[in-house]
């Protein structure tokens, strides 16, 4: 006969949510791939996971946004299918994205209190309850503010706080929580693992997806790792070697590495020439915090870490796009303008951004329109632009990095991703620049255009150019790179060279940072 307090235990550690057998399909991928998954009540459970991996997916899938194409999501045990993310939350469901999904322009307490406003005997929105429920509610919450101004006079990360005192204030069982801490200060980061550490003794599930090792080992309880739509690894968090995880993250088997880090540099490549570039101490928000990288004339530097680590937010910091509280770029020794694109375009530093969809190809123009876009200043004359210029140009570089069309007028959109990357890779070398800097250059592209464009990128440092190299397959850094500098959460791990660039130095360094029996605020409960 069971007991009473049997019944207690089973239903602690049963499933809040639960996913069996999940796939979901896209055009040309597969997002999950037979995916299985539990969260159990009161559990802070991490879901990791490198770009690609399916967390956003799986997350849509448990919320409603997606319907699985086979499996089921079960909730408190029963099966559901929710049709719209407002009948997961209705469930109990709530989720706070990493980008604010609140409406700017509604004051801070009616966004608080969005669809379910406190009502008068007559059926109005009683507006002086609504806004002294809301001001006790984020007082709780580190926001002392009139809750009556608009939500979007409010800095970022106090919006993203809004966001979670109205998804934890709708009486949620389950509260999803995706990247919540890269809008947030350091004192906003600690408001919210105190407000973790009450959801944990509330017995609140929530799923926290991050790539912030040191708050992963904190916070959480469980970890699951996605890669390439598959789960990799279930289980409790803290028992795991954080170079374990890492490896499980990237796909790169473990041989012999030291967790406690990478103290050698090796030898030094390229160390009689003078920097090309050299950035130093860039610091901007909380993404980056004194970064320094150099590239030597003919060098290709790797710039490695986890999705989160500060990679592209280097980058675009190099060429102007990234806001900085402090730092310099030079080029060549002369100091480079901050928060200037056009000013380091002019001195001769490229950046092929890692979304060639969104900042990148312009899909209604065609090629040769695509490839000169960048050069037009020096191809024309007095304003005027020469056609015949235009053509010596694309011939040029369609020739050498062999892009396949039909023609240089054909749309770039009909071209393959790999060809696509290609006219990209050819704009920005039709400004001759000095230093490319190349965010994950072949992403979705296939094997054989990947090939292709490794090749290129050696072609162009053996011609002299400096080349920053951003990806996040290993594997690309390791083949490709003179020197790899290594970031995590913001910051250099360590820099490597020569005989150092191994896998195993690499792991170690991003997995290094903290001992895994750090005691976190939600232990005690």
């Given amino acids: 006969m069971t007991s ?86 209705r469930a109990g469901i709530s989720t706070i994205y990493q980008e604010v999904n609140l409406v700017p322009l509604m004051s801070v307490a009616s966004n608080v209190f969005l669809g379910r406003e406190p009502r008068t005997r007559t059926g109005l929105v009683d507006w002086s309850a609504m806004n002294e429920q809301a001001r006790e509610l984020l007082s709780g919450y580190g926001i002392d503010t009139d809750v009556r101004r608009p939500l979007h006079t409010l800095a970022v990360g106090a919006q993203q706080m809004v966001a979670l005192a109205r998804a934890v204030s709708t009486k949620a069982g389950v509260v999803v929580m995706d990247e919540p801490t890269s809008s947030l200060e350091p004192r906003e980061v600690d408001t919210l693992f105190e407000v973790l550490a009450r959801l944990h003794a509330d017995d609140i599930s929530v799923l926290y997806v991050s790539h912030r090792m040191d708050e992963l080992y904190r916070v959480c309880d469980s970890v699951t790792v996605l890669r390439d739509g598959r789960v990799v690894h279930s289980g409790p968090l803290k028992p795991l070697p954080r170079i374990e995880l890492v490896s499980m993250m990237l796909g790169r088997e473990i041989r012999q590495i030291r967790a406690e ?35 030597r004339p003919g060098e290709v530097v790797g710039l490695a870490g986890l999705l989160g680590s500060g990679r592209s937010e280097t980058a675009r910091a190099v060429v102007g796009a990234f806001p900085l509280d402090g730092g310099t770029v030079l080029l060549a020794g002369k100091p480079l303008k901050r928060g200037k694109i056009s000013a380091a375009m ?109 090749a290129l990128i ?68």
């Fill in 4 to 89: 009473t307090a049997d019944t207690e235990v089973a239903t602690m550690t049963a499933p809040v949510l639960e996913v069996s057998g999940v796939t979901k399909r896209f055009p040309g991928t597969v997002a999950l791939d037979d995916v299985s998954f539990r969260l159990r009540r009161g559990e802070i459970h991490a879901l990791v996971g490198e770009n690609g991996a399916g967390k956003s997916t799986l997350i849509k899938v448990l919320t409603g946004v997606y319907r699985p194409d086979e499996g089921e999501v079960r909730h408190l045990g029963e099966p559901v299918g929710f049709r719209k993310p407002i009948d997961a939350q």
């Fill in 261 to 295: 880090g990478v103290t050698a540099f090796g030898e030094e490549h390229h160390a009689e020439k003078e920097p090309l570039l050299q950035a130093s101490h860039l610091s901007g928000g909380n993404k980056l915090h004194d970064v320094s990288v150099s590239v």
């Fill in 346 to 454: 002019r001195a001769g530093i490229a950046l092929l951004s890692e979304d060639r969809k969104a900042d990148g190809i312009i899909p209604n123009l065609s090629v040769r329109e695509n490839i000169v876009l960048a050069a037009l200043p020096r191809l024309s004359t007095f304003g005027f632009v020469s056609r015949s210029k235009q053509d010596r140009v694309v011939k040029t570089f369609m020739e050498r990095l062999r892009i396949k069309a039909s023609s240089p007028e054909q749309k770039v959109s009909e071209l393959s991703g790999g060809n696509q990357q290609k006219v990209l890779l050819a704009r920005w070398l039709a400004t001759g620049p000095k230093v490319l800097l190349l965010d994950e250059p072949t992403r979705g592209i296939d094997v054989g255009a990947k090939a292709e464009v490794q």
């Fill in 458 to 525: 050696d072609e162009l440092a053996q011609d002299g150019l400096g080349v920053l190299l951003i990806s996040s397959e290993l594997e690309e850094i390791l083949d490709g790179a003179d020197r790899v500098v290594v970031l995590r959460d913001g910051s250099v791990a360590t820099e490597l060279a020569g005989d150092a660039v191994t896998e195993d130095n690499v792991l170690a360094a991003i997995a290094a940072g903290g001992d895994n029996d750090v005691d976190r605020d939600t232990d005690e409960t």
